[in-house]
């Protein structure tokens, strides 16, 4: 099959099976409301106010990158909340279909155009992400971003030009400035990147690493001490950490099942502070980030098995979950299909994010041992692409843990990131698959 008939044939799958369950769930009648609604959602909205109306303000949980791109109506004037949230959902459609193209623009590059669009069906096949592209949040984007990030990679291992390495190191730098958790990736992969400019008499190259990360996290960094007198990327580790660790450990909520309502038994005791925590008045932010720090401190000293357990619980709950947003879906409309496509799409989601996060743990544990004890897999030049995929994804997984209650959100972006490891791992160990192109092999 041609590179421009399965690239074809994926699109119009992607539209038909978007359009399709956009109309049967009635998804834009569901997600205006929700979009308004949300504080997430919110929160972002009011980070993009502060940057185009306030000259450039900080948002003291909210990094630039994300409000940059959803805030641009307001260049023309546009500030509308409704305006917002539509423009962010057409944006995210955008970078949905784009994330289809680049999954399978990568794996094309390993198994063959033939085998990239079962791959890039599979992925258009993860509901989840369809849903999300309603939010004004920014899973689709940083899904997005990352692809790009990766796709560079590649591009440079294959061809070792200098504008692949920039682009792959700026996109990572700039990730942490749409979802602050990949701060200490973008660290790890700056150093390998000294590193191997040194190893190879680049030293120029060394300057890369470095104006990536000035014009990314150290312009948050700078704004945030602007406004806060602070050097940080943001306040909003600390309150994720104190939220959803440190609190619920203390409470003993999660020893027998996930509640609600259980969740929030003994916050009285802390509201005030918590309140404080999300206003924007700089000392009140900053008095809470502080309490939020001790409190960790204090809960790793005396109260430490708890955490762990509320963290094993986290990464249970977001790997098995499904995506809650489908089980409150209102059927506007009256439609007789509705509720069984719903009913049955939700149970769907739960089962395929089961198994492609276990997929994933499989693909990060196969990948660790190949590198490890296979030396004829370390000489090949893609296995750092994967090896690269297996790192963000294990990173992904872990630092999921912080945080919980909202679904698959945290870890959805590994189900692309596995099904191109997948794919690529399965090349290495069945090369001669008549199916595959012989384009490429790990």
Not at 178 to 196: D, K, N, Q, W
Not at 333 to 347: A, D, Y
């Amino acid at each position: 099959m041609s590179n421009k008939k399965a690239l074809l044939v994926l699109l119009c799958v992607s539209l038909f099976v978007h359009i399709l369950l956009s109309y049967i769930l009635q998804l834009p009648e569901n997600y205006q409301n929700s979009a308004l609604r949300l504080p997430d959602a919110m929160s972002y909205r009011q980070a993009a106010k502060y940057l185009y109306e306030y000259g450039f303000s900080a948002h003291h949980i909210r990094t630039f990158g994300y409000p940059l791109i959803v805030g641009l109506p307001y260049l023309l004037g546009i500030s509308a909340d409704t305006a917002i949230v539509n423009f962010a959902v057409a944006l995210n459609f955008l970078f949905w279909l784009s994330s289809v193209w680049l999954v399978y623009v990568i794996a094309k590059s390993f198994i063959g155009a033939k085998g990239a669009l079962i791959i890039g069906i599979a992925f258009v096949l993860c509901i989840t992400h369809i849903l999300g592209s309603y939010l004004v949040m920014t899973e689709t984007f940083f899904l997005t971003i990352m692809l790009l990030a990766s796709w560079n990679l590649l591009q440079f291992i294959h061809f070792k030009r200098d504008r692949n390495i920039f682009l792959f190191i700026s996109l990572l730098s700039f990730s942490a400035v749409v979802r602050p958790v990949t701060y200490y990736l973008v660290i790890l992969a700056s150093l390998f990147c000294i590193v191997y400019f040194i190893r190879t008499k680049k030293f120029r190259n060394i300057l890369i690493p470095i104006i990536a990360y000035c014009f990314t996290i150290g312009l948050q960094q700078a704004n945030m001490h602007r406004k806060y007198d602070v050097y940080t990327l943001s306040f909003i580790q600390n309150y994720t950490i104190y939220h959803y660790l440190v609190m619920p450990a203390e409470y003993h909520l999660f020893r027998d099942k996930y509640s609600p309502d259980s969740f929030y038994v003994g916050r009285n005791e802390k509201i005030k502070m918590l309140i404080d925590g999300l206003k924007q008045e700089p000392e009140k932010v900053k008095k809470a980030d502080e309490y939020y720090k001790s409190e960790l401190k204090r809960g790793l000293v005396s109260n430490r098995d708890n955490i762990i357990s509320v963290f094993y619980q986290n990464l249970r709950h977001n790997c098995n979950v499904g995506n809650p947003d489908i089980d409150h879906l209102v059927n506007h409309r009256k439609s007789n299909l509705f509720e069984p496509v719903r009913s049955f799409l939700s149970g769907f989601i739960r089962r395929q994010d089961k198994v492609l996060n276990l997929l994933c743990i499989i693909s990060i544990a196969v990948t660790g041992m190949l590198f490890l004890f296979k030396k004829e897999f370390r000489k090949q030049k893609n296995s750092v692409f994967v090896v690269f995929l297996n790192i963000l994804s294990s990173y992904i997984l872990i630092t999921s843990g912080v945080s919980a209650w909202q679904g698959d959100r945290f870890v959805f972006i590994l189900q692309p990131l596995t099904l191109i490891s997948g794919a690529v791992l399965f090349r290495y160990f069945f090369p001669d698959f008549k199916f595959f192109s012989r384009r490429s092999s790990v």
